[in-house]
């Protein structure tokens, strides 16, 4: 057993001869400049004496936040920065960095200095020394705290989420939306098959997902207020939470951008019969208001396929543009599918419901495979 993660003063981890850290800390950042330098202060206080090395996964950032990671790198060893261009999301960023790593543990934690570093210790030595396949920084367990929650609001939404999520939860947990964690690479590296790694909630995913049922121990922390930037969670966040845990409810049966696509399909049903109907009070005849319910709906579905379905790989300026023609054309294409086969079972079989069931169904089916591959390119 490796009990040694206190050996020695720690060397730069690319010195000649060292070897692979200990223990690696991965953190995702986006737009965390400012936060960078103080996070690295501060792990380089709370795991003195260990071998440790922190891994930042910048998703490109505006602010220029990998820059100031090469930089502190150019200094420190133990310093490292993936960055990852044209891709968004706090949970693929983390997946990426643990692959990233070849240390036998891994500890998750934020770049704005609310997580607690100096619980960092105790949650590696839960699974170093004491065997645990998982230690969580827990704000819901004795002497843990939510201080830095910025609102009430959010305060009511995060206690609301936790109590849905722990009646699927594997394991008793106080915080299983807790985003502070250690764990054993080589579980993490099993898990990454079976994961949604969509959204902000790494750890539910991992524990939705873990082959096996992981020992855990929690450890209680204070969430800190931030100091520095903001928060990136908002209402699309929220809405690919859901998904994720629809996801996990069909046991990955269906893959969970075509639930995304599938319900951005329905969305644009109503948003085709409210247009309509506006129409109809305008005094337009059947027809165009049809065509024009069509229209408005293809556009609403592109840009919440866009900014939701597909959020990592978020369309900008000119290629928006493309993708928005492409993606009439396609379902334009589907819509031709959909009469066409409706008609065919319909002049076998005679049923209305059944038939036009199927043609949408098939419709639905080619706009995802099609966009997908060439709007998306998933
Ligand atoms: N690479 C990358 N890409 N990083 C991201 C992205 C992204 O798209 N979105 C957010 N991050 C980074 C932020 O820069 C920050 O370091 C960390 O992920 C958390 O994001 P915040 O926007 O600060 O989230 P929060 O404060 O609302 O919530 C966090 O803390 C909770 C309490 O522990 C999240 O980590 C939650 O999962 C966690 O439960
Ligand atoms: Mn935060």
Request: proline share 3%; with cysteine; hydrophobic share 50%.
């Amino acid at each position: 057993m490796n009990a040694g993660l206190s050996r020695g003063p720690a060397g730069p981890a690319c010195e000649a001869g060292a070897t692979a850290a200990d223990v690696s800390i991965v953190v995702p950042c986006y737009n965390e400049r400012a936060n960078v330098r103080p996070m690295v202060a501060a792990l380089s206080q709370a795991l003195a004496g260990r071998e440790w090395e922190v891994i930042f996964v910048d998703d490109n950032s505006p602010d220029g936040t990998i820059d100031e990671v090469r930089a502190l790198a150019e200094q420190d060893g133990r310093v490292r920065g993936v960055l990852r261009v044209g891709r968004r999301g706090l949970s693929s960023a983390v997946i990426e960095g643990v692959l990233s790593s070849s240390a036998r543990i891994v500890a998750v934690m934020d770049g704005d200095m609310q997580h607690d570093e100096s619980c960092l210790g105790q949650l590696i030595d839960a699974v170093a020394r004491d065997g645990y396949d998982i230690a969580v920084g827990s704000r819901h367990v004795a002497g843990g705290d939510n201080a830095g929650l910025a609102s009430g609001w959010r305060t009511f939404l995060s206690d609301s989420g936790i109590r849905i999520v722990q009646m699927i939860l594997p394991v008793r947990l106080g915080d299983p939306m807790s985003g502070f964690f250690a764990m054993r690479r080589d579980l993490f590296e099993r898990t990454v098959p079976r994961l949604s790694g969509t959204g902000f909630k790494i750890l539910l995913d991992v524990f939705l997902s873990a082959p096996q049922r992981p020992r855990v121990l929690e450890v209680p922390f204070v969430f800190r207020p931030r100091a520095a930037g903001e928060s990136k969670l908002d209402v699309l966040v929220l809405l690919q939470f859901a998904a994720m845990l629809g996801d996990k409810l069909c046991r990955g049966f269906l893959p969970i951008r075509f639930i995304g696509f599938g319900l951005v399909g329905l969305i644009g049903i109503l948003v085709n019969l409210a247009v309509l109907e506006i129409g109809r009070r305008c005094g337009t005849d059947f027809a165009t208001g049809q065509w024009l319910g069509t229209l408005v709906a293809m556009v609403t579905n592109f840009w919440m396929n866009n900014a939701l379905t597909y959020r990592d790989r978020r369309l900008r300026g000119m290629r928006m543009w493309l993708g928005l023609g492409l993606f009439m054309v396609i379902c334009a294409a589907g819509a031709v599918a959909d009469v066409g086969i409706a008609r065919a079972i319909f002049s076998s079989d005679g049923q209305w419901g059944l038939a036009s069931m199927a043609g949408a169904a098939i419709a639905v089916v080619w706009n995802y495979a099609v966009s997908s591959t060439l709007i998306w390119r998933v």
